[in-house]
């Protein structure tokens, strides 16, 4: 399950240490390069180990100072491949919410069977409003980046129009805590339920959820999405992970089919939502009127 993580790991450790050899040839200890490039030593240090990702200028600026320019096109491009498996959120996100779920919807165009897995959030795809305005506002205060919550929400709406699609397919399961867990609140909760029971009734949604009481094939240990058979998307705190490696694709391919072994579909997923309902309705204040929020 962590082999996505371990090969953008291993990418970055690669470029460092091809940028570690770069220096040496250069005859520059890390101090010394540091010292021409008016950067702290500690930087020399992390992107040799890999434990920081340079930029396109940082890369720029290495090589010329250790007079290695014919290495600038390969090392962009691996820097770029890097990029692509591992796309941080300040970066991703630099130009607010709405561009990216814009670039969410490029992506949608081409990309007919829909699989995901999620253990402690509903899937964007299928969300309220007042839910996936809830979602955006925790990223503006995690990430700091800029508030443009209701344009994301607009974009991340007309994205939903592709379920009527018929020529797109939706797998979604969920477990039974990423219907419980008090993200929003309970009048919120509630009406993201009740869109969850439509959703389970259309004809190219699969809708399952992983109720408490089952026992599970394999452990539920991170949400993730196969986009047809090409890319495995996995969203961490820091990044959002983009793995294309067969045996990558192949791997969550299988960890996706165990848990829908032991999902429960149609009827018994509705029960198990409905269940839900009732639970936070009975924690619902009540208004003048009787009408439960």
Request: no cysteine; proline share 3%.
């Given at each position: 399950?962590?082999?996505?993580?371990?090969?953008?790991?291993?990418?970055?450790?690669?470029?460092?240490?091809?940028?570690?050899?770069l220096?040496q040839?250069?005859?520059?200890?890390?101090?010394?390069?540091?010292?021409?490039?008016?950067?702290?030593a500690?930087?020399?240090?992390?992107?040799e180990h890999?434990?920081?990702?340079?930029t396109?200028?940082?890369?720029r600026?290495?090589?010329?100072?250790?007079?290695?320019?014919?290495?600038?096109?390969?090392?962009?491009?691996?820097?770029?491949?890097?990029?692509l498996?591992?796309?941080e959120?300040?970066?991703?996100?630099?130009?607010?919410?709405r561009?990216?779920?814009?670039?969410?919807?490029?992506?949608?165009?081409?990309?007919?069977?829909?699989?995901g897995?999620?253990?402690?959030?509903?899937?964007?795809?299928?969300?309220?409003?007042?839910?996936?305005?809830?979602?955006?506002?925790?990223?503006?205060?995690?990430?700091?980046?800029?508030?443009?919550?209701n344009?994301?929400?607009?974009?991340?709406?007309?994205?939903?129009e592709?379920?009527?699609?018929?020529?797109?397919?939706?797998h979604f399961?969920?477990?039974?805590a990423?219907?419980?867990?008090?993200?929003?609140s309970?009048?919120?909760m509630?009406?993201?339920?009740?869109?969850?029971?439509?959703?389970?009734?259309?004809r190219?949604v699969?809708?399952g959820?992983?109720?408490?009481?089952?026992?599970?094939?394999?452990?539920?240990?991170?949400?993730?999405?196969?986009?047809?058979?090409?890319?495995?998307?996995v969203?961490?705190?820091?990044?959002?992970l983009n793995?294309r490696?067969?045996?990558?694709?192949?791997?969550?391919?299988?960890?996706f089919?165990?848990?829908?072994?032991?999902?429960?579909?149609?009827?018994?997923?509705?029960?198990?939502?409905?269940s839900?309902m009732?639970d936070?309705?009975?924690?619902?204040?009540?208004?003048?009127s009787?009408?439960?929020?």
């Amino acid at each position: 399950m962590n082999s996505g993580i371990t090969s953008v790991d291993e990418a970055r450790d690669a470029l460092g240490k091809r940028l570690r050899e770069l220096r040496q040839q250069a005859g520059l200890s890390g101090k010394g390069l540091a010292e021409s490039l008016s950067w702290p030593a500690s930087k020399i240090s992390k992107i040799e180990h890999g434990r920081q990702t340079p930029t396109d200028e940082d890369i720029r600026s290495w090589v010329g100072a250790t007079n290695a320019e014919a290495q600038l096109g390969s090392l962009l491009a691996a820097l770029h491949t890097l990029e692509l498996h591992h796309a941080e959120w300040q970066r991703l996100l630099k130009a607010g919410m709405r561009a990216h779920q814009s670039s969410l919807a490029r992506h949608d165009e081409k990309t007919k069977l829909y699989r995901g897995f999620e253990n402690t959030v509903i899937p964007g795809l299928v969300q309220t409003p007042d839910y996936a305005r809830a979602r955006f506002a925790q990223v503006v205060m995690v990430h700091k980046v800029p508030n443009d919550i209701n344009e994301a929400v607009r974009v991340r709406m007309r994205r939903q129009e592709m379920l009527y699609r018929p020529d797109k397919r939706f797998h979604f399961i969920l477990t039974e805590a990423a219907l419980r867990y008090r993200l929003v609140s309970v009048d919120v909760m509630l009406a993201q339920l009740d869109r969850l029971v439509a959703v389970s009734s259309m004809r190219n949604v699969r809708l399952g959820i992983i109720g408490f009481n089952t026992r599970y094939i394999t452990d539920p240990r991170h949400g993730f999405w196969l986009l047809d058979n090409d890319l495995v998307r996995v969203e961490t705190y820091s990044a959002e992970l983009n793995l294309r490696q067969p045996q990558e694709i192949a791997l969550y391919s299988s960890i996706f089919e165990q848990l829908a072994a032991v999902a429960s579909y149609g009827g018994a997923a509705r029960a198990i939502i409905t269940s839900v309902m009732a639970d936070l309705a009975a924690e619902a204040p009540e208004d003048d009127s009787g009408d439960w929020r």
